[in-house]
């Protein structure tokens, strides 16, 4: 069974410019989650996808974070203008079952930017 | 809110045991461990849901308290592929997880 698949592993951007980054969740996974993971500290939920619908995107910062799910399958998450501190690593994940909870979210590889 | 890890860190040699702990204020549906080396993505080690059920790898051990809102994980016979970071994510529903800080992990022959 092939995992999460993001890309690029890595961005390098200056500041106030965009970047966008892409992820393809395990096939069938309905669920799908973009977390910010800044050094040293736990990963942060940013979007909660079921299908192709927001589920949460309390704490993504949407004057500057956008993201999609068009098709209920691959995701774009896009930030414009980026700013020093959003320097981290962008982990998507994914799981097989949208309601209740208790479900095993698998992660991809990451997409490490560093804003300049 | 964030759920409190404890230690940050702790040092082991192959074959000791050692045990992390995650604290919630929230009352919690599920509990979620994961590992994380340096430069990867999370690896899943186990689920702890209200009511007791668990899933996970049969290798690794952990409790969930639901009275608390505590949960510990628990490695026996320390290896080297054990050093890492480990994170817990608290649910309240819904597969929303909120991370904590983490717990470092360095394992030495």
């Known amino acids: 069974e092939a995992g999460v698949a993001q890309s690029p592993r890595y961005k390098i951007i200056e500041k106030r410019q965009s970047v966008a980054f892409w992820c393809n969740p395990i096939s069938g996974h309905a669920t799908l989650y973009w977390y910010q993971q800044i050094l040293g500290q736990g990963p942060k939920l940013l979007i909660q996808f079921q299908n192709n619908g927001v589920v949460d995107d309390s704490q993504l910062p949407k004057d500057r974070f956008s993201a999609e799910r068009l098709k209920g399958v691959d995701s774009t998450l896009k930030i414009q203008p980026a700013k020093l501190e959003d320097s981290a690593v962008y982990l998507c994940?994914?799981?097989?079952?949208?309601?209740?909870?208790?479900?095993?979210?698998?992660f991809g590889p990451g997409t490490r930017l560093t804003v300049l | 809110q964030q759920p409190v890890q404890s230690p940050q860190a702790v040092i082991l040699r192959e074959g000791e045991d050692a045990v992390i702990n995650c604290s919630s204020s929230?009352?919690?549906?599920?509990v979620h461990w994961y590992r994380q080396k340096h430069g990867e993505a999370p690896v899943f080690l186990m689920i702890?849901?209200?009511?007791?059920e668990q899933k996970g790898h049969e290798k690794i051990s952990a409790s969930f308290n639901e009275k608390k809102q505590q949960s510990s994980l628990y490695l026996t016979a320390s290896q080297l592929s054990y050093s890492g970071t480990y994170f817990c994510g608290t649910e309240t529903g819904g597969n929303k997880l909120v991370f904590g800080a983490g717990t470092i992990l360095r394992v030495k022959s």
């Open positions: 929230k009352a919690l549906y599920s």
């Open positions: 994940a994914s799981s097989l079952v949208s309601s209740g909870g208790g479900d095993e979210q698998f």
């Open positions: 702890l849901l209200k009511g007791g």
